[in-house]
């Protein structure tokens, strides 16, 4: 299932990775060097701490090429892993950095917008059942993070089925919002090849991050149903090669989204199963309850996870939601609860 870096590189593209300070245990971010008309473009970046930057500029020499050959920067998703040198080399090359309109205000953040955020997050968090501990621990871990990207100031958008063209190859832009409400892959349907950041892993799921609207500090982008969607779109594509954010390349993408689908529905069996002997819960206690937290990152990937699989079990009508001394709790329905709990055993 995996495949060698070789398979792209006649279309000009080279895989580079950089190291994740804030998950070592975890598979290096990856982007992608390509050439361009005129000189090389990038699909993704890696973030600040020089390991990326210098594997960039290794490989920049190697083709006769530096930073001010960039020709632009394409973000994926709105993710620091994937964006946080994008400033440094906009402002090394003067290059355009284009990104989804759903994922632009990511990069753009100010200061001011990442205090707001922080602030809209330590409000929010207490309501999933976060007790005041775990939420400073997200105000460090957030703050930390914020630290390994710069905000991009000149932002150039990507439209819905736009089409980009590099020297040997194109690619369409085909929004995926799950992940990331902006989230977008690359599809070079010539060559069937899928540049599919953190949409498809190919040994991980993706994790539906909570994401909550800049104005109201509600969450209201619903990242697994979402999620879900924007596979049965990728999946309708005929990708013989599969280029993701993490991970080696791999083909057989459709195996890949079989078995995406088959771990999302252990995980619902599995909060479900918890929910039936809590009662009702919220999502922090029933997280805790189905699964292990263990970092701050980890539980909060593992809340967003759980809260995303809420969302999806409430939109099949198998839980409901309410409002319990400000926190929001769920409980299964009655009618429904036998009934999926009947439907999920051949998966738990």
């Given at each position: 299932m995996q495949l060698h870096d070789s398979l792209i590189e006649p279309l000009g593209v080279s895989r580079l990775t950089a190291p994740l300070p804030f998950a070592p245990e975890a598979e290096p971010v990856n982007f992608y060097l390509a050439d361009d008309s005129q000189g090389v473009a990038?699909?993704?970046?890696?973030?600040?701490?020089?390991?990326?930057?210098d594997r960039l500029v290794h490989e920049l020499r190697r083709r006769g090429y530096g930073l001010s050959n960039i020709t632009r920067v394409i973000v994926t998703h709105g993710h620091l892993d994937h964006f946080g040198l994008a400033r440094r080399i906009q402002d090394a090359a003067g290059c355009p950095?284009?990104?989804?309109?759903?994922?632009?205000?990511?990069?753009g953040a100010t200061e001011h917008d990442v205090r707001r955020s922080v602030e809209m997050y330590s409000q929010y968090l207490p309501r999933m059942g976060c007790h005041a501990d775990a939420v400073e621990d997200m105000r460090q871990f957030y703050h930390?993070?914020?630290?390994?990207?710069?905000?991009?100031?000149?932002?150039?958008?990507?439209?819905?089925?736009?089409i980009l063209q590099f020297r040997r190859f194109s690619v369409e832009v085909i929004p995926c919002p799950g992940h990331t409400s902006g989230l977008v892959c690359l599809y070079d349907r010539?060559?069937?090849?899928?540049?599919?950041?953190?949409?498809?892993?190919?040994?991980?799921?993706?994790n539906p991050f909570v994401e909550l609207d800049t104005e109201s500090g509600e969450k209201r982008f619903r990242s697994l149903p979402e999620y879900l969607r924007s596979l049965d779109r990728v999946e309708q594509l005929d990708a013989r090669i599969t280029a993701p954010g993490h991970g080696p390349l791999f083909r057989d993408h459709r195996r890949v989204i079989a078995l995406l689908r088959r771990f999302h529905q252990r995980r619902q069996f599995k909060i479900m199963s918890a929910l039936d002997g809590l009662g009702c819960a919220d999502a922090q206690t029933i997280a805790r309850a189905a699964f292990s937290p263990t970092t701050p990152f980890g539980n909060f990937m593992l809340l967003s996870e759980v809260i995303g699989g809420l969302e999806l079990l409430e939109q099949d009508?198998?839980?409901?939601?309410?409002?319990?001394?400000?926190?929001?709790?769920?409980?299964?329905?009655?009618?429904?609860?036998?009934?999926?709990?009947?439907?999920?055993?051949?998966?738990?």
């Amino acid at each position: 299932m995996q495949l060698h870096d070789s398979l792209i590189e006649p279309l000009g593209v080279s895989r580079l990775t950089a190291p994740l300070p804030f998950a070592p245990e975890a598979e290096p971010v990856n982007f992608y060097l390509a050439d361009d008309s005129q000189g090389v473009a990038l699909i993704d970046t890696g973030l600040i701490p020089d390991d990326g930057l210098d594997r960039l500029v290794h490989e920049l020499r190697r083709r006769g090429y530096g930073l001010s050959n960039i020709t632009r920067v394409i973000v994926t998703h709105g993710h620091l892993d994937h964006f946080g040198l994008a400033r440094r080399i906009q402002d090394a090359a003067g290059c355009p950095v284009l990104v989804s309109p759903g994922d632009l205000p990511k990069l753009g953040a100010t200061e001011h917008d990442v205090r707001r955020s922080v602030e809209m997050y330590s409000q929010y968090l207490p309501r999933m059942g976060c007790h005041a501990d775990a939420v400073e621990d997200m105000r460090q871990f957030y703050h930390a993070m914020n630290a390994l990207g710069e905000a991009v100031g000149d932002l150039t958008p990507l439209r819905d089925g736009e089409i980009l063209q590099f020297r040997r190859f194109s690619v369409e832009v085909i929004p995926c919002p799950g992940h990331t409400s902006g989230l977008v892959c690359l599809y070079d349907r010539e060559h069937g090849v899928l540049f599919s950041n953190d949409h498809l892993l190919l040994d991980s799921s993706p994790n539906p991050f909570v994401e909550l609207d800049t104005e109201s500090g509600e969450k209201r982008f619903r990242s697994l149903p979402e999620y879900l969607r924007s596979l049965d779109r990728v999946e309708q594509l005929d990708a013989r090669i599969t280029a993701p954010g993490h991970g080696p390349l791999f083909r057989d993408h459709r195996r890949v989204i079989a078995l995406l689908r088959r771990f999302h529905q252990r995980r619902q069996f599995k909060i479900m199963s918890a929910l039936d002997g809590l009662g009702c819960a919220d999502a922090q206690t029933i997280a805790r309850a189905a699964f292990s937290p263990t970092t701050p990152f980890g539980n909060f990937m593992l809340l967003s996870e759980v809260i995303g699989g809420l969302e999806l079990l409430e939109q099949d009508g198998r839980v409901r939601r309410g409002l319990h001394n400000g926190r929001e709790v769920y409980e299964s329905c009655p009618d429904n609860a036998r009934i999926a709990a009947a439907r999920h055993t051949n998966v738990a």
